[in-house]
C-alpha cells in the first residue's frame, strides 16, 4: 500500500516543480516593483534637486508643502520633510487601498526621501524659466510616472491618486494636477503670483507626462467600419493583422438597410495599414477611428491591481 505523504525516503519533502516556478515568478515580479519604485524615485530627485529647487519653483502634494517648508526655513532637509508628512497617508493607504500597495509605497517613499537628500545634479543654465519648467515637469512626471507603474507609490497624493483610481477611475494624473493646484495657490500666497505661474508649466507638463507613461504602453485605436464589403475586410483584418473582429449590428435610419459593422482594436501603428487595407477593398467604406484611453483583455495588457 502506497503511503500517501509527500515526502522522499529520505525523509525530505519533494519539491513541486509548479510551487519552485510561482515562487520564482513572484520573487521577479517583486524584484521589478522595486526596481522601478528605485528608479522613479532618482529621475524625481534629478528634475527636484537639479531645476526645480535652483529655479525656486513650486510643486503640488505633500512635495510642495515640503518644497514651501524648505524655501521658508533652508535647513529644513526637503526628503525629510517629505518623510515626516508621509506618515499619516501611510495609514490612510494602509486601511483604503492594500497593505501591499503600501507597504511598496513605504520603499517608494524612503527612495524618495533619500534620492532627494543626496542626488543633487548640476544643469547647465536655463535662462528661460519656462523652458526650466517643462523640463522639470518631463523629468519628474517620468519619475512619477514610472514609480506609478509599479504596485506601488512614492507617497504623497500618489496615495490619493491610486485610491481614487481604483474607487473612481479618475485618472492618476488628473487628481495630482487639482491636488497640486490647491497647493500652488499657497505657494502663490508665501512667494508671490509669478513663480505660481512658472510652476503651474510644470504641474501641468508633470501630470501629461504621468498620464502618458501609465497609459502609453496600452494606448489603442478602436475602429468602426461600415461596408458592404465586410465579411471580406474581416477576414483581411484576422489574417493580415493578426487582430480580433466583431460584428455588431446596424441599421441605416435613412436606407433602413441591415449592415454588419466591423469592431476591432489595433495599435497605432498598424493605423496606416488598416486604411490602406480597407479602402483597397471597398473605397466606399466609412471608417471612424477612436482613441482609447486603456484596452485591456486578450492581447492588449492586463488591469493592474494594487
Known amino acids: 500500500m502506497k503511503s500517501s505523504d509527500s515526502s522522499q525516503s529520505d525523509g525530505s519533502p519533494i519539491s513541486n516543480p509548479k510551487t519552485r516556478a510561482l515562487t520564482f515568478d513572484s520573487w521577479k515580479r517583486r524584484s521589478f516593483n522595486l526596481f522601478l519604485l528605485t528608479i ?8 527636484l534637486n537639479g531645476i526645480l529647487i535652483p529655479r525656486q519653483f ?11 517648508a524648505h524655501y521658508l526655513i533652508p ?12 506618515i499619516p497617508l501611510i495609514f ?8 501591499k500597495f503600501i507597504l511598496y509605497t513605504t520603499y517608494g517613499m524612503i527612495v524618495y526621501s533619500l534620492a532627494a537628500a543626496f542626488i543633487v545634479p548640476r544643469f ?10 517643462v ?28 485610491y481614487l483610481h481604483k474607487k473612481l477611475q479618475l485618472r492618476m494624473g488628473l487628481t495630482s494636477f487639482l491636488g497640486n493646484t490647491l497647493i500652488l495657490a499657497v505657494g502663490a500666497y508665501f512667494f508671490g503670483l509669478e513663480p505660481a505661474l512658472y510652476s503651474f508649466v510644470y504641474v501641468y507638463t508633470s ?57 476591432t482594436i489595433i495599435t497605432l501603428t498598424e493605423l496606416a495599414k488598416m486604411k490602406e487595407m480597407v479602402f483597397d477593398l471597398d473605397p466606399n467604406a466609412f471608417m471612424v477611428v477612436n482613441d482609447t484611453l486603456e484596452v485591456f483583455g486578450n492581447r492588449h495588457g492586463t488591469r493592474r491591481v494594487y
Not at 92 to 99: A, E, I, Q, T
Not at 124 to 133: D, M, S, W, Y
Open 40 to 47: 522613479g524615485g532618482c529621475i524625481f530627485a534629478i528634475g
Open 58 to 68: 513650486l510643486s503640488g502634494g505633500v512635495i510642495g508643502v515640503a518644497l514651501i
Open 75 to 86: 535647513r529644513f532637509n526637503t526628503g525629510f520633510i517629505y518623510f515626516l508628512l508621509n
Open 92 to 99: 490612510v493607504g494602509w486601511f483604503c487601498v492594500s497593505r
Open 124 to 133: 547647465p543654465p536655463i535662462e528661460n524659466p519656462i523652458l526650466a519648467a
Open 135 to 162: 523640463l522639470a515637469g518631463i523629468i519628474c512626471g517620468l519619475g512619477v510616472g514610472i514609480t506609478l507603474r509599479s504596485q506601488g507609490s512614492g507617497g504623497g497624493l500618489d496615495i490619493v491618486a491610486v
Open 207 to 263: 501630470g501629461r507626462v504621468v498620464d502618458s507613461v501609465i497609459t502609453g504602453f496600452n494606448q489603442r485605436k478602436s475602429i468602426m467600419i461600415i461596408s458592404d464589403a465586410s465579411q471580406v475586410i474581416a477576414e483581411h483584418i484576422l489574417s493580415e493583422l493578426n487582430r480580433g473582429v466583431t460584428f455588431l449590428k446596424g441599421t441605416g435610419a435613412y436606407s433602413g438597410e441591415h449592415k454588419e459593422v466591423i469592431f
